[in-house]
């Protein structure tokens, strides 16, 4: 494994998520400099950490273990719950007819 490049995307996840090192440290019961350490590839993160990184961060563990972009997939059907979460069992049904007339039409 590229420690370098799993840093790197741990990094990239921890300012997506607008957390400092900090903060990120403060939420996984770490030190700053072991945050720093990792996300410059110099240590790796033993595996009960990393899912702690990964949940703390609300990022795809694949996608920081292989940067495959396929993960991302995952992150617009949660963005789609989200949504879908905040509406009437009736809007939803409608959307699910939207969504049905919408596939249909690009056929």
Request: with cysteine; proline share 2%.
């Amino acid at each position: 494994m590229d420690k370098a490049a799993i840093g790197s995307r741990l990094r990239k996840a921890r300012n997506k998520a607008k957390l400092t090192q900090e903060q990120l440290a403060e939420k996984v019961d770490i030190s700053t400099t072991y945050i720093s350490d990792i996300e410059r590839g110099a240590k790796f993160p033993s595996l009960s950490l990393f899912i702690k990184l990964v949940n703390a961060l609300d990022a795809s563990a694949d996608f920081i273990l292989s940067g495959e972009i396929e993960a991302g997939k995952n992150c617009v059907y949660d963005d789609i719950t989200k949504k879908l979460d905040t509406l009437t069992p009736k809007q939803r049904l409608g959307i699910v007819d939207l969504i049905d007339a919408y596939i249909k039409n690009l056929n």
